[in-house]
């Protein structure tokens, strides 16, 4: 069974910084697009950022220069470290996976795509107080 564990979130001033964390069993990372979703408080979804196999990387662009996403495949680990937090950044974040397609080659991996992942975690809270 593959599980995704979150982990890092918390509470922190605006302008601040957080890096998540989520292990991750049973699945090899590089053969899936591994990425965060987040939902703030009375909004829906939101894919925020994937990283693929090869390493590429796609952000939305509400966190485009501000969040970084990466992993480490060896100890299936994924990252999303988050500067210049703001207020507006309070929301449970979510580590997610799917396998990645391939047609021929390998599809890209899409960002937006992120809530609707096979696999979940339960997410880890993040509040940023101004």
């Known amino acids: 069974q593959v599980t995704l564990v979150e982990s890092g979130g918390g509470s922190v001033q605006s302008g601040g910084s957080l890096k998540l964390s989520c292990v991750a069993s049973?699945?090899?990372?590089?053969?899936?697009?591994m990425g965060w979703f987040r939902q703030r408080p009375g909004k829906e979804r939101e894919g925020i950022a994937v990283i693929d196999g090869d390493g590429s990387t796609k952000y939305a662009a509400s966190v485009k220069g501000r969040y970084t996403i990466s992993q480490d495949i060896a100890k299936k680990t994924l990252y999303l470290q988050m500067d210049l937090l703001k207020p507006e950044d309070t929301a449970m974040y979510y580590c997610a996976a799917d396998i990645r397609g391939y047609d021929g080659g390998y599809l890209p991996c899409a960002e937006e795509r992120t809530p609707n992942y096979y696999y979940r975690g339960q997410g880890t809270q993040v509040t940023v107080s101004s």
């Open positions: 049973r699945i090899t990372l590089s053969s899936h697009c």
